[in-house]
C-alpha cells in the first residue's frame, strides 16, 4: 500500500468495507443470473405496453401514410424530426464516455460506460425508426443507399445533407455497436464459466472463445483504443452533420452556423440527462450504490452543467446574430418564440435547459439523488421542446403571411413518440436482463487504488497525513454509500 501512487484526497470510486474479486462479480451477476424482481416486472410491463403502442402507430402510419399526422403544407417536418434529432441527441453520451473518457484515462467511466453504451444502441434504433417512417414510402428506405443498380436513377445526391446523414448515423452506429460488444467479451466468458446447460452453450457463442489469456487481453486493449479513436471524432461528427440538415437551408431560426457546435453540445447534454436518468434507477433497483456512487453522479452532473451552459451561450449568441444581421425575417423568428402562438414552447425550452440547470452550481443540489433525478428529466423535456422549437415554430410562419399555419399533432404523432420512449425502456430492461450493466472486468481494476477499502488500509497502516485524512473523511460525507461510523474509530 506504501507504494501506492493515487492521492487520498481522490474520492473512492468504489464504496464498501467488504469488497473482493468474487464479491463484485456476484453483485454485478445477480440481475442476469437470478429471476427479475418486482421493480423490474413493473417497469418491464409498462415499458412493453409502450413499445406496443408504438408498433400499432407506426403499423397505422404504414397503412395509411403520413397524412394521419398533423403535417400540413408549410409545417413539413414536425414531431417525426423532433423526435428523431432528440433520440439521436440521446445516443451521444455513451460514445463519448467510452471513447473520449477511456482516451483520456478517466476511471471514473469504468462503472456507467456499460449501461452507457447500451443506451446509445437503443437511442439510435429509435431515431432510426423515424428515419423509416417518415419517408412515406418505407419499402422504399434502401433508396438512401449509393447502390448500383439497373436503372440508373437511384444514384444518391451526395450533396445533401441527408445522405450525409445516412452514413454518419449508420457508421456511428456500427461503431457504436462493435465497441460496446467488444467490450462485453471478458463479461460473457464470465457469465459463460458461472452458467451451466443451453444458457452455457448461449454465452459461450457469444463470448468468441474468450479465453483471458494475456495475449486476449493485449488484443482487448488494443483493440478498444483503436475503436476508441475511431468513435472520438464521430461525438462531433454525427450531430453536426444531422445540423446540416438545418443550417444549410434558407428558413430563418435555420440558416446559422452556429447550430453544429450547438447540436453537438445540446446532443451531449441531453445524452447526459438520459444517463442519469437510467443509472439512478438502476443503482437503487439493482442494489449498486458501491460501483456507482456519489463521486459517478456528481461528475456526471458537473457535465450538465457545462454543456448546459454552452448551450445557454448559443441560446443567448442566436438572438444576438438576429439583432445583428438586420434580417427582419430573422428578427420576427426570434421574437415569435416568446410573443407567437407557441410562445409556451419557447418558455420550456429556455426555462428547463438554462434556468433549471443552473441549480447544479450548488454542491448539494448536485449531490442530491432525487434532485438530480428530477432534473435530468427536465433536462430532456427541455431539450425536445428546443427541437421542437426550431423546428415547427421556424417553420408555422413562413414568408407569406398567407401560408402561415399552425401544427397541431394527431394521436398517431404523440403515439409514435411515447411508444418509442416504450422501446427505448423495454430494450434497455431486457438488457438489464441478460448482460452486465457494469463492466466487471474494469470496475475490477479500480479495486486495489480508487476503493474505500483500499484508502482505508492506507490510512490504518499509518501511511496518511492527518490533515488528509481529515479531508479525505469530510470529502465522503456526501456518498449515500458510505458508513461513516468506521471513520469514527481512526
Known sequence: MSGHNESILREPLITGHDITYAKITDDILTPVENKPNKAWWIGFIVASLGACLWLFAVSYTFWNGIGSWGLNKTVGWAWDITGFVWWVGIG???????????????????????????????????????????????????WVLPLPNQFGS?????????????????????????????????????????????????????????????????RFEAV????????????????TIVSTDFATSVIPGWHTTIFPPYFVAGAIFSGFAMVQTLLLVTRKVLGLENYITMF???????????TGSIVGVAYITEFFIAYYSGSEYEQYTFLNRFIGPYWWAGCMMYGCNILMTQLMWFKKVRTNIPLSWILSIIVNIGMWFERFVIIVVSLHRDYLPSSWAMFYPTWVDVSVFVGSIGLFFTLFLLFLRVMPSIAIAEVKLLLKSASEQAKLAQIKEGHVEKAYVAEYVESLEKFDSVKQEEYAKI
Open 92 to 142: 451521444h453520451a455513451g460514445t463519448l464516455i467510452s471513447a473520449v473518457l477511456l482516451l483520456f484515462r478517466q476511471n471514473w467511466r469504468n462503472s456507467i460506460n456499460r449501461s452507457a453504451e447500451a443506451m446509445t444502441i437503443f437511442a439510435v434504433i429509435c431515431a432510426a425508426t423515424y428515419v423509416v417512417s417518415h419517408m412515406g414510402r418505407p419499402w422504399l428506405a434502401y
Open 154 to 218: 437511384l444514384w444518391v445526391n451526395f450533396n445533401s445533407p441527408l445522405v450525409w446523414d445516412m452514413f454518419a448515423i449508420s457508421t456511428y452506429f456500427s461503431v457504436s455497436l462493435l465497441f460496446w460488444y467488444t467490450g462485453l467479451l471478458p463479461d460473457m466468458a464470465t457469465i459463460r464459466d458461472r452458467a451451466t446447460g443451453f444458457r452455457r452453450r448461449i454465452y459461450s457463442v457469444l463470448s468468441f472463445g474468450w479465453t483471458g489469456s494475456v495475449k486476449t487481453w493485449q
Open 224 to 239: 478498444s483504443l483503436i475503436l476508441a479513436g475511431i468513435a472520438t471524432p464521430l461525438v462531433l461528427s454525427v450531430h
Open 296 to 306: 459517478h453522479i456528481e461528475s456526471m452532473n458537473k457535465i450538465i452543467l457545462v
